[in-house]
């Protein structure tokens, strides 16, 4: 799959940082910081999606609210190669300011889809006015122009003129979250980032939502970032894997390579903790001890190593890079050639993942 | 296998401005002693409903409008069955917490902030199981090696042997106002912390003694859903009740928490009825699965056949639409979405968004069938195709 | 039903909210009734001095108040002026008060809460310590001194209040702009290049203005009531203008009977002391149908 994409980046994500400061004190002076994003480096390839992975407090959604600039990050660079170099150059993110990020029109080509529809929806705004919203502020345009470009959109997700009048509390999780694409792709955007859409749904909807993705993908020529914790989501939509760990990446790879051959532990962890949906094969799961440390204060060395089951001296005193294993896969674990033969010895074979 | 709980026709509506959702439509499922039911199915259809009905503690404005829940609280006699709809408030905040306690999704909510852990598990002893500690502490005080002051040793006796009798007598009451005189009741509040140390250790908690002198927010979310289970454990019920106990926590912390709850069954603790949507963990914890859809149990069966050879068409399209390992074409979805209890579909509340729908599946609401070894639908086109 | 404007049918999803508590039709039964005779005062009691209707008539300097009568229906108050006429035209005074010290009070508190609570940061602190500052000032305190530095009046006491109503709004406004900012929804607007006022105008304001409605409404009553006591203590309407608080004020000395009949007196207290009464009632029943309807936690489901 990986081979049909042009590897033309889109994105390019340089030791990208976000701190943020906890003050203390009369004075409000700065006592430590909460390290949500902690030096990533990624690249995303025009018309794939990438997906990212990991637990809560993982840093994943604070990556994605970045790119769309919702924040300034701490330190880094996010390079963004429009389509159309010639008319919009290449931008830092990362530096520009605000006000010039609107200037250049790159509001509109980077979009975000929220976790809760309820909650990124206005309740008190018309389905109408919601979806119009975002190109009203880019461009004038005639009321009848307006309602006919909203009414396209809706019916592009599957919703109808019916829903033009209605209220985001008239509607089921799943019309929601049409909406909330609806509104997305209003701008015609490059990119989206995908904030699990899909994990405040049920399963029958979670499909349809998945779906409509999927196909909005194809037909748009849309490239995704979407953020989950739900592997088996990422393994039905995402060509590449993000694996994070407390602000971290610790994997990255194809999703087969990630699904067959998982080269970090926690990527294995992950795997084994996911409730298979049927009874067919009863697996030895690898259960994690403990909590995903606080990422104000994270272990030293490799982050990892207070949960993993094989970590050596050498994992609490040195910090592993994330290293290239073979080509597209890079992995940041000190023993991440000996991992497939270690985790085969302690939990035996017979896992998810290599029917 | 004997029953533990059995819900009879269950009919619970909610009156809203909008009109009368009929939430739940002749619910009738069986729980038995020392297995795991699972119920499921999406948001809105009842489930939770079915739950807070078992319990009676259905929020405003709803009403359990008819049915039964009878509970067989003693394993060898099947007769003594009681009605806990018949029941009153009194007896069912006796029961609630002792025989049949509930878990709920979100931990924070079920702890109070501003009391220490070990408080907060040690009330679900002192308030069910008052006169058990109550024999635990005169025990102490008979034995030899107690070594108190020898005219407050005699005084404590005799305050605990009343208290051993009648653990809400006025007296006590009255001498638990007293100043110095209250002290007796020392006594009693350690030997229920010392219970919470046990039982917070009996979760997998390391240092429990540590755990009962912190508060909620000195906890993750994990270790805050594994002290809810111990409360809702602590005076060991016949049946524990977990609403999307899981739902809110990282995969690797959920994994903890099945597994915590599938060796807390090993030990034969008691039954647990599992209320989840997620299909994986009924799938790795249960014994037996009920699948419901707006208001209606559609299928019930254990849980192999469920997963093997489902007969609803909704079990089958939900089994269809999860995301799988090895999984290469579309995945597939059910068209169309959740109905609107106000105004329910006749007939099969399944019928418009199902494949197979036939003539009659728009006109008739079809009964619970059995198919085989306690394998239940309730499907017309099952029935023709399958019986 | 189906068919209607969905703002209509939200309109009167919340107007069936509100009616649903049997109080709310009260207070408003009340409302619309002082509101009539406020609009109607002209009709009801004719002004007999065209250049200030609000200075009541009084037949005769006779501090003793005489009872209800033919020509004056509900008596006479020290003084010898009209009751009737000076209750009917209180009503406007007390509309007038509560209109104009509740609108300039909410608008400049919910403006500053809203900059302070949506930008944060240097803006928050200084505005919120400002609010502190004006937070020291007793209401009482400021109002007598407004009204010694600049003379005794009616205005004086309403722009006294104004100027200590506001700091309420901003309170309660800041706080629900720091939760709403946080929501989806407007980090959403944020991502599509919604400017930052279109934001407040249009995402958040329209979400946390309920909580200042109601208090809007009750500051209704507590401001009216306020205003009766500067009146009651001299500081507010000069002698014959039309204020209840003035009113009762007049008939101080009377509240108390001859000792054979201590309650021979009692409409000169108890009309317009009712009146108080009853308008503060009126917002207040009203203030709290609105907190029912609008409680967000009660509205759905």
Known sequence: MANELKMEKILELKNLKKHYLIQGGVLRREIGAVRALDG?????????????????????????????????????????????????????????????????????????????????????????????????????????????????????????????????????????????????????????VLDE???????????????????????????????????????????????????????????????????????????????????????????????VPSPADPPAGCRFHTRCPFAVDRCLKQEPLLETMETGHRVACHRKHEMEKLVAETFGTKRIGRS | MTKLLETVDLVTNFYTYEGVVKALNK??????????????????????????????????????EDGKVIVYLDEKNQHAGIDLLAQSEAYMESLRGDRISMIFQEPNAALNPTMSIGDQVA???????????????????????????YPLKRFQQ??????????????????????????????????????????????????????????PHNLSGGMKQRIVIAIALACSPVLLIADEATSNLDVTIQAQILELLRGLKQEGISSILLITHDLGVVAETCDRVGVMYAGNLCEVADVKDLFQKPLHPYTRALLDAVPKFSMEDDLKSIDGHVPNLVMPPSGCRFHPRCSHAMAVCREAYPEMTEFGQNHLAACYWAASKYR | MAHQHPRLRELRFTLHRIFRNPSAAIGFILILFFLAVAVLAPYIAPPKYAHNPYLMPHKGFSPTPKPPSQTQIFGTTSGQYDIFYGVVWGTRTAFKIGLFVVSIAALVGIALGAVSGY???????????????????????????????????????????????????????????????????????????????????????????????????????????????????????????????????????????????????????????????????????????????????????
């Open chain 1, 40 to 192: 990533i480096d990624l690249d995303i390839y025009r018309g794939e999606c990438l997906g990212v992975v990991g637990e809560s407090g993982c840093g994943k959604t604070t990556a994605g609210k970045a790119i769309v600039r919702l924040f300034k990050p701490t330190d880094g660079h996010i390079f963004y190669y429009p389509a159309d170099t010639e008319s919009k150059p290449t931008a830092d993110l990362a530096r520009v300011r605000k006000s010039r990020i609107k200037k250049l029109g790159l509001r509109s080509r980077l979009q975000m889809v929220f976790q809760d529809p309820t909650t990124s929806l206005d309740p008190r705004m018309l389905v109408k006015n919601i979806v119009a919203e975002p190109i009203k502020t880019l461009q004038r345009m005639s009321s009848r122009d307006l309602e006919a470009r909203v009414l396209s959109l809706l019916e592009r997700v599957g919703l109808t003129r019916d829903h033009l009048l209605r209220y985001p509390h008239e509607f089921s999780g799943g019309q929601r979250q049409r909406i909330a694409v609806a509104r997305a792709i209003a701008t015609d955007p490059e990119f989206i």
């Open chain 1, 197 to 291: 859409p899909t994990s405040a749904l049920d399963v029958s909807v979670q499909s349809q939502i998945l779906n409509l993705l999927k196909s909005l993908q194809r037909t748009l020529q849309l490239t995704y970032m979407f953020v989950t914790h739900h592997l088996l989501v990422v393994k039905y939509i995402s060509n590449r894997v993000a694996v994070m760990y407390l602000g971290k990446i610790v994997e990255l790879a194809d999703t087969g390579v990630i699904f067959s051959r998982p080269s970090h532990p926690y990527t294995h962890a992950l795997l084994s903790a996911i409730p298979i949906p049927g009874v067919a094969h009863q697996q030895q799961r690898i259960v994690l001890s403990g909590d």
């Open chain 2, 27 to 64: 619910v009738s499922l069986v729980v038995d002693h020392g297995a795991t039911f699972g119920l499921v199915g999406e948001s809105g259809c009842g489930k939770s409903v079915t739950a807070r009905s078992i319990m009676r503690i259905v929020p405003e404005p709803g009403r359990i």
């Open chain 2, 123 to 149: 009330e679900s002893f002192l308030f069910h199981q008052k006169k058990k500690l109550c024999a635990t502490a005169l025990n102490d005080l008979e034995s030899v090696t107690c070594r108190t002051f």
């Open chain 2, 158 to 215: 005799a305050v605990y042997r009343i208290a051993v009798q009648r653990p809400d007598a006025l007296t006590l009451n009255i001498l638990g106002r007293i100043p110095i005189l209250k002290h007796w009741q020392n006594r009693l509040k350690n030997e229920a912390k010392r219970r919470a140390v046990a039982i917070i250790a009996k979760l997998g908690l390391s240092n429990p003694e540590r755990i009962v002198d912190q508060y």
């Open chain 3, 119 to 301: 930008y944060g940061g240097i803006v928050d602190e200084v505005l919120m310590r400002i609010t502190d500052i004006m937070w020291a000032i007793p209401t009482l305190v400021l109002a007598m001194t407004i009204a010694v530095a600049f003379g005794r009046g009616l205005d004086k006491i309403m722009i006294a209040l104004a100027l200590v109503g506001w700091r309420w709004y901003v309170r309660v406004i800041r706080s629900e702009i720091l939760t709403l900012r946080e929501q989806d929804f407007v980090q959403a607007a944020k991502i599509m290049g919604v400017s930052d006022l279109k934001i407040i105008l249009r995402h958040i304001l329209p979400n946390a203005i309920y909580p200042a409605v109601i208090m809007a409404s009750m500051d209704m009553g507590s401001m009216v009531i306020t205003a009766s006591f500067m009146s009651f203590v001299g500081l507010g309407a000069p002698k014959g203008y039309a204020d209840w608080g003035q009113m009762v004020a007049l008939a101080r000395n009377y509240i108390v009977g001859p000792p054979d009949d201590p309650l021979k007196f009692w409409y000169t207290i108890v009309i317009p002391g009712g009146c108080i009464v009853l308008f503060v009632l009126g917002w207040n029943l009203i203030g709290d149908a609105l907190r029912d309807a609008f409680d967000p936690k009660l509205r759905r489901r």
